[in-house]
T-cell receptor, first 110, second 118 residues
Framework: SQQGEEDPQALSIQEGENATMNCSYK?????LQWYRQNSGRGLVHLIL?????REKHSGRLRVTLDTSKKSSSLLITASRAADTASYFC??????????FGTGTSLTVIP | GAVVSQHPSWVICKSGTSVKIECRSL??????MFWYRQFPKQSLMLMAT?????????EQGVEKDKFLINHASLTLSTLTVTSAHPEDSSFYIC??????????????FGSGTRLTVV
């Protein structure tokens, strides 16, 4: 399977704390993307990091990429209850297909 | 920004009937469309990839005769679940990508279709 793996599978934190999710993938990539999905809804694109980038920021989000380890992490700082959702990393190894990681379910407790 | 409209958002059908799901790119040309299914509390599994005007490429284990994909135009792709069974009940999501040079739309997702087969 081309699917990446994420850990933890589930994460529960208090509002205001930081949340870190990790993603590992199997093949070389052009870029890696992170998505958010609220329960039973479509996906929202959060951030894209290219293979020649090591770190990227967007608001309260910080993404790192280590191509030598085939891994990425998503950090959400100062979490809010509204951040409760599932988060997926996704890779496009061939330029023709797009695969998602297993996802991390984040619960932020008010 | 790029928008993909997916309809219906939810559908209930009887076993043995067929259901068509549509995805339209509203403000860009989707040269490639991806179809995913997602079971509760699981990740999205790629079912097939279709390029406009070509036959879809199905992932291993996905029955092409059961999940018919049509991508006849640059703005519309459809997924038809034929002879639906309860085990086909799932959340189906499309994603569009434009390969046109000069503009990167990334992957734009539809809002998903919840299919329940009774």
């Amino acid at each position: 399977s081309q699917q990446g793996e994420e850990d933890p599978q589930a994460l529960s934190i208090q509002e205001g704390e930081n949340a870190t999710m990790n993603c590992s993938y199997k093949t070389s990539i052009n870029n890696l993307q992170w998505y958010r999905q609220n329960s039973g809804r479509g996906l929202v694109h959060l951030i894209l990091i290219r293979s020649n980038e090591r770190e990227k920021h967007s608001g309260r989000l910080r993404v790192t990429l280590d191509t030598s380890k085939k891994s990425s992490s998503l950090l959400i700082t100062a979490s809010r209850a509204a951040d409760t959702a599932s988060y997926f990393c996704a890779t496009d190894p061939t330029g023709n297909q797009f695969y998602f990681g297993t996802g991390t379910s984040l619960t932020v407790i008010p | 920004g790029a928008v993909v409209s997916q309809h219906p958002s939810w559908v209930i059908c009887k076993s043995g009937t067929s259901v068509k799901i549509e995805c339209r790119s509203l403000d860009f040309q989707a040269t490639t469309m991806f179809w995913y299914r997602q079971f509760p509390k699981q990740s999205l599994m790629l079912m097939a990839t279709s390029n406009e005007g070509s036959k879809a490429t199905y992932e291993q284990g996905v029955e092409k005769d059961k999940f018919l994909i049509n991508h006849a135009s640059l703005t519309l792709s459809t997924l038809t679940v034929t002879s639906a069974h309860p085990e086909d009940s799932s959340f189906y999501i499309c994603s569009a990508r434009s390969n046109r040079k000069g503009r990167w739309y990334g992957y734009t997702f539809g809002s998903g279709t919840r299919l329940t087969v009774v």
